[in-house]
């Protein structure tokens, strides 16, 4: 069965303190990996798309990256603007005609200042 | 470009009652689709639709029906609501189903069952 898990649930950190959020998945076949931030009372907005290990993509304070079997969303010195939930959503093979998703119940991440 | 747009962005129903929630998209996009929101659980897929009058289940459709009559609408309908269906809703959009045309969502409808 599709799968995907984030870690950790909530994350608190200060401002400037650098960290990962975690993205496993499990698919038949992954055709690509999306983020995305979440702000309250807000719907998800699109972040980055990856779509083979190894692949890597940056925006301002964000990078993701891609293996086999998770992504990481690394936040290189945060800003309290940075506080936000971030989701992790995969897209299998077998949704290449459909565009459906798979999220994963996302992290919650507050940044101190 | 409005985006996605969501219609209304609260509402309480009572048990039994039926209501419509409406989305629009104004970027002509073909794919459209319907999520509920839990806490602490991820988007579940409700419905979808390839395009207008082609529609199809996702993953929890019980107890909600849709309609695509055109390109821009897709509402999507609640007969005899339920407490279990208290939820967030999201409707979003895509240019088509590759992984390189990432979804576009709405702010949602925040919707409680009493």
């Known amino acids: 069965e599709d799968q995907v898990t984030q870690s950790p649930e909530a994350l608190r950190l200060q401002e400037g303190e650098s960290s990962s959020l975690n993205c496993s998945y499990t698919?038949?076949?992954?055709?690509?990996l999306f983020w995305y931030r979440q702000d309250p009372g807000k719907g998800p907005e699109f972040l980055f798309t990856?779509?083979?290990a190894g692949e890597e993509k940056e925006k301002e304070r964000l990078k993701a990256t891609l293996t086999k079997k998770e992504s990481f969303l690394h936040i290189t010195a945060p800003k309290p603007e940075d506080s936000a939930t971030y989701l992790c959503?995969?897209?299998?093979?077998?949704?290449?005609?459909?565009?459906?998703?798979?999220f994963g119940q996302g992290t919650t991440l507050q940044v101190k200042p | 470009n409005a985006g996605v747009t969501q219609t209304p962005k609260f509402r309480i129903l009572k048990i039994g009652q039926s209501m419509t929630l409406q989305c629009a998209q104004d970027?002509?996009?073909?794919?459209m689709y319907w999520y509920r929101q839990d806490p602490g659980m991820g988007l579940k897929l409700i419905y979808y639709?390839?395009?207008?009058?082609?529609?199809d289940k996702g993953e929890v459709p019980n107890g909600y029906n849709v309609s695509r009559s055109t390109t821009e609408d897709f509402p999507l309908r609640l007969e005899l609501a339920a407490p279990s269906q208290t939820s967030v809703y999201f409707c979003?959009?895509?240019?088509?189903?590759?992984?390189?045309?990432?979804?576009?969502f709405g702010d949602g409808t925040r919707l409680s069952i009493l």
């Open positions: 979003a959009s895509s240019q088509g189903p590759g992984s390189n045309q990432p979804q576009h």
């Open positions: 698919v038949s076949g992954l055709r690509g």
């Open positions: 990856l779509y083979s």
């Open positions: 959503a995969v897209q299998p093979y077998g949704s290449s005609n459909t565009g459906k998703l798979i």
């Open positions: 970027m002509n996009h073909n794919y």
């Open positions: 639709s390839v395009g207008a009058g082609i529609t």
